[in-house]
């Protein structure tokens, strides 16, 4: 598909020309303690930073600092700072799961209801420091438990409302949290989401593993019959009345965590990614403001969960460090159907949306007339985010939802980035459809090949990134030794994203999908190891392998291989039944979407499983199987061809 250039009115209206981009990109890179100096001063600090980078990717000494001798206060830069200038502008626009349903909340409420919330965990005992674990629906409660958190200087573990107890359990022992805040249910597509009940039953899950929640604070939502643990449990709308609405922000050190927010790797439990305050804020608000070109009054919406990283830095902490009007989602795409999206656009005549690839992919199936039936005329600059988006989809997009009228960016970034690292920028950057085309300030992407070599040019392979940038995580919490051997071992002097790329003749970056064992299943990151020992953990389950492979509307879907117990017997009650384990397990984004029995899997006489056969077959490509001599049992591998074809 060839290449839409830069219209005369992106350019207009654009805050960065192509020559500036190049001019800024250019400095960020050869003098990144100047550029950052000047960019980090769009912070409100309380004592200015003097040093700007010191940081290093020596191996044995991953260390990563930002601003350091500055201090600052984070929710005193999304909300305090605004009140003079913005008080009374609409700091989030709730839009609930019920179209009847939407509130305008101002900064000047949004200080009030942040500082209450301050109050009330300080009442609690909860201190600079400790960590709070967050589960909530999409109600603007969730924005002011993170942002309490970060005027009191707690970090905040925001956890998916989507995950199941035991996740959430988990996450809570993992971060030695003894205070949870959630809701009574979440409502979402017209149900209703236990959050309450999986909470206390978290709890119970995080006791045993030894850690005690002792504090659970619980917001109201839809007023159904929850169980209550009196001493623990605490009701959001009786305590908020019990505090004071002033709540001074804590003075911080820009390297004091802001968050920790678990996210699946290759192998092993999910890592707890840890965010700091200065960096990570001056790189959220820069981002947001520059790859959105965001301007005064603009009205932003970003789809995602608040449980996402995505969440974080482009629905709460980079949007309201700009003081813009932030929209919160609290439903669905589909529901009450499939216009929905565009229908609040209408209604709150939004001017820059942020979504994912599964969601337009989802939405495009239901025809264009649902999109065409609205206006949409508010529009300026449409956003994706999550995974690869492939160019017809792009072009859907571009054409049916925007219209033609606003440029696409296609932003790449990970949990671990903190924010946005490759993206066009509108006005200035030419689009390719299905790229994420170029570095952001300060990024410097480099491709390399399996034994580490740099590759030059147009090429493809793996993509590293050798140089930090404010927003990158500072380490895995509580295990430091874990974010060298997981990011920087296996090519020294480098972080290594997981993903592969390649780069074409004119320099623009395609993401291809990650090279590791994590799929990307509508946008949501999963390890096939969690997967497997979700399985394993089966009393009839002995060994379980999981690959993803292509789905139509997720991207990618979850392939499971099974094998049984001797005794056990293969039957669509046990498919069914290890389905709903899954879930259990992990929560209903993690339910596999094929399970093939499998009598043995393919092994290396070493006992490896060999995973790239394990892909073909699942993708159904049986020419390419490859080497299969180094195997235990060749044999094997005929069986489970036999097996997928005949389940066709
Ligand atoms: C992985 C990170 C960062 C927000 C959401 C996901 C994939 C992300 C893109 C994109 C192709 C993408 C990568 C990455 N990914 N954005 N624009 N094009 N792939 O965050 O859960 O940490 O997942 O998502 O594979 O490594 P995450």
């Not at 035991?166 to 993992?174: F, K, T």
């Not at 969440?311 to 989602?329: C, D, E, K, Q, R």
């Not at 950057?429 to 990024?443: E, I, M, Q, Y």
């Not at 993708?619 to 060749?634: C, I, K, M, N, Y």
């Given at each position: 598909m060839s290449t839409i250039h830069v219209k005369d009115e992106w350019k207009a209206r654009a805050k960065l020309t192509e020559d500036q981009y190049q001019d800024w990109y250019r400095r960020s890179v050869e003098d990144p303690d100047g550029f950052w100096g000047e960019h980090g001063k769009r912070l409100d600090w309380i004592k200015p930073y003097e040093r700007v980078k010191n940081t290093s990717f020596a191996p044995g000494n991953i260390d990563l600092r930002w601003f350091e001798d500055g201090t600052l206060n984070v929710a005193a830069n999304c909300i305090d700072r605004h009140l003079e200038t913005r008080g009374d502008q609409t700091a989030i626009l709730w839009e609930g799961d019920d179209p009847a349903d939407s509130k305008a909340i101002t900064y000047r409420q949004l200080h009030e209801e942040v500082s209450r919330m301050a109050n009330v965990l300080k009442d609690r005992g909860v201190q600079k420091g400790d960590r709070v674990t967050i589960y909530m629906p999409m109600v603007p409660e969730a924005a002011y438990a993170m942002l309490a958190c970060a005027r009191i200087g707690a970090i905040h573990s925001v956890v998916f409302g989507g995950f199941s107890p035991d996740a959430l359990g988990g996450r809570i022992e993992g971060a030695q949290s003894d205070v949870l805040i959630t809701s009574d249910e979440g409502l979402r597509g017209g149900r209703k989401v236990p959050l309450k009940k999986n909470a206390d039953r978290a709890c119970e899950i995080a006791e045993k593993a030894g850690q005690t929640v002792k504090t659970m604070l619980v917001i109201q939502r839809t007023g159904g019959e929850v169980a209550w643990q009196d001493g623990r449990d605490v009701w959001w709308h009786e305590a908020r009345e019990a505090v004071s609405a002033d709540c001074p922000p804590a003075e911080m050190q820009a390297e004091d965590p802001l968050f920790i927010l678990y996210t699946s790797g290759s192998t092993g439990k999910p890592k707890g990614v840890l965010h700091t305050s200065g960096g990570y804020l001056v790189y959220a608000s820069m981002t947001h403001e520059y790859v959105f070109d965001y301007h005064d009054g603009d009205v932003y919406w970003c789809t995602a969960d608040v449980g996402w990283v995505t969440g974080h830095s482009y629905i709460v902490y980079g949007p309201l460090a700009n003081g813009a009007t932030t929209l919160m989602f609290e439903g669905v795409p589909n529901y009450p159907d499939a216009s929905r999206f565009w229908q609040v656009i209408d209604k709150h005549k939004v001017n820059i949306f942020y979504t994912a690839p599964t969601a337009i992919r989802s939405l495009m199936g239901a025809g264009d007339a649902m999109v065409t039936k609205?206006?949409?005329?508010?529009?300026k600059v449409l956003g994706t985010v999550g995974e690869p988006i492939n160019p017809e989809v792009w072009s859907w997009y571009y054409r049916v939802v925007g219209d033609e009228r606003s440029p696409v960016v296609d932003t790449w970034w990970q949990t671990e980035t903190g924010g946005i690292l490759i993206t066009p920028l509108p006005g200035a950057t030419d689009l390719k459809p299905g790229s994420a085309t170029r570095p952001f300030f300060g990024v410097q992407p480099q491709l390399v090949d399996n034994v580490g070599t740099v590759l030059d040019g147009a090429n493809d392979g793996n993509l590293c990134i050798t140089d930090s940038w404010p927003g990158q995580m500072r380490t895995v919490y509580g295990d430091h030794e874990r974010f060298e051997q997981t990011y920087f071992s296996t090519y020294p002097n480098k972080y290594f994203t997981g993903d592969g790329a390649r780069r074409d003749a004119d320099g623009y970056w395609w993401i291809t999908g990650r090279v590791d064992d994590v799929i990307n299943v509508s946008g949501h990151r999963m390890g096939t190891a969690e997967v497997e020992s979700a399985l394993v953990s089966h009393a009839k389950v002995s060994e379980a392998a999981v690959v993803g492979y292509p789905h139509d509307i997720k991207g990618q879907g979850i392939y499971c291989y099974v094998t049984l117990m001797e005794g056990e017997e293969p039957s669509e009650a046990l498919q069914k039944e290890l389905v709903a384990h899954v879930r259990n397990e992990i929560g209903p984004i993690a339910s596999p979407d094929k399970i093939q029995f499998a009598p043995g899997l393919p092994k290396t006489r070493s006992g490896k499983i060999m995973r790239r056969i394990l892909r073909k077959i699942a993708e159904d490509d049986f020419g390419a199987l490859g080497d299969t001599s180094t195997l235990a049992d060749p044999g094997v591998v005929d069986d489970l061809v036999e097996h997928r074809q005949n389940r066709k």
């Amino acid at each position: 598909m060839s290449t839409i250039h830069v219209k005369d009115e992106w350019k207009a209206r654009a805050k960065l020309t192509e020559d500036q981009y190049q001019d800024w990109y250019r400095r960020s890179v050869e003098d990144p303690d100047g550029f950052w100096g000047e960019h980090g001063k769009r912070l409100d600090w309380i004592k200015p930073y003097e040093r700007v980078k010191n940081t290093s990717f020596a191996p044995g000494n991953i260390d990563l600092r930002w601003f350091e001798d500055g201090t600052l206060n984070v929710a005193a830069n999304c909300i305090d700072r605004h009140l003079e200038t913005r008080g009374d502008q609409t700091a989030i626009l709730w839009e609930g799961d019920d179209p009847a349903d939407s509130k305008a909340i101002t900064y000047r409420q949004l200080h009030e209801e942040v500082s209450r919330m301050a109050n009330v965990l300080k009442d609690r005992g909860v201190q600079k420091g400790d960590r709070v674990t967050i589960y909530m629906p999409m109600v603007p409660e969730a924005a002011y438990a993170m942002l309490a958190c970060a005027r009191i200087g707690a970090i905040h573990s925001v956890v998916f409302g989507g995950f199941s107890p035991d996740a959430l359990g988990g996450r809570i022992e993992g971060a030695q949290s003894d205070v949870l805040i959630t809701s009574d249910e979440g409502l979402r597509g017209g149900r209703k989401v236990p959050l309450k009940k999986n909470a206390d039953r978290a709890c119970e899950i995080a006791e045993k593993a030894g850690q005690t929640v002792k504090t659970m604070l619980v917001i109201q939502r839809t007023g159904g019959e929850v169980a209550w643990q009196d001493g623990r449990d605490v009701w959001w709308h009786e305590a908020r009345e019990a505090v004071s609405a002033d709540c001074p922000p804590a003075e911080m050190q820009a390297e004091d965590p802001l968050f920790i927010l678990y996210t699946s790797g290759s192998t092993g439990k999910p890592k707890g990614v840890l965010h700091t305050s200065g960096g990570y804020l001056v790189y959220a608000s820069m981002t947001h403001e520059y790859v959105f070109d965001y301007h005064d009054g603009d009205v932003y919406w970003c789809t995602a969960d608040v449980g996402w990283v995505t969440g974080h830095s482009y629905i709460v902490y980079g949007p309201l460090a700009n003081g813009a009007t932030t929209l919160m989602f609290e439903g669905v795409p589909n529901y009450p159907d499939a216009s929905r999206f565009w229908q609040v656009i209408d209604k709150h005549k939004v001017n820059i949306f942020y979504t994912a690839p599964t969601a337009i992919r989802s939405l495009m199936g239901a025809g264009d007339a649902m999109v065409t039936k609205t206006s949409r005329a508010s529009l300026k600059v449409l956003g994706t985010v999550g995974e690869p988006i492939n160019p017809e989809v792009w072009s859907w997009y571009y054409r049916v939802v925007g219209d033609e009228r606003s440029p696409v960016v296609d932003t790449w970034w990970q949990t671990e980035t903190g924010g946005i690292l490759i993206t066009p920028l509108p006005g200035a950057t030419d689009l390719k459809p299905g790229s994420a085309t170029r570095p952001f300030f300060g990024v410097q992407p480099q491709l390399v090949d399996n034994v580490g070599t740099v590759l030059d040019g147009a090429n493809d392979g793996n993509l590293c990134i050798t140089d930090s940038w404010p927003g990158q995580m500072r380490t895995v919490y509580g295990d430091h030794e874990r974010f060298e051997q997981t990011y920087f071992s296996t090519y020294p002097n480098k972080y290594f994203t997981g993903d592969g790329a390649r780069r074409d003749a004119d320099g623009y970056w395609w993401i291809t999908g990650r090279v590791d064992d994590v799929i990307n299943v509508s946008g949501h990151r999963m390890g096939t190891a969690e997967v497997e020992s979700a399985l394993v953990s089966h009393a009839k389950v002995s060994e379980a392998a999981v690959v993803g492979y292509p789905h139509d509307i997720k991207g990618q879907g979850i392939y499971c291989y099974v094998t049984l117990m001797e005794g056990e017997e293969p039957s669509e009650a046990l498919q069914k039944e290890l389905v709903a384990h899954v879930r259990n397990e992990i929560g209903p984004i993690a339910s596999p979407d094929k399970i093939q029995f499998a009598p043995g899997l393919p092994k290396t006489r070493s006992g490896k499983i060999m995973r790239r056969i394990l892909r073909k077959i699942a993708e159904d490509d049986f020419g390419a199987l490859g080497d299969t001599s180094t195997l235990a049992d060749p044999g094997v591998v005929d069986d489970l061809v036999e097996h997928r074809q005949n389940r066709k």
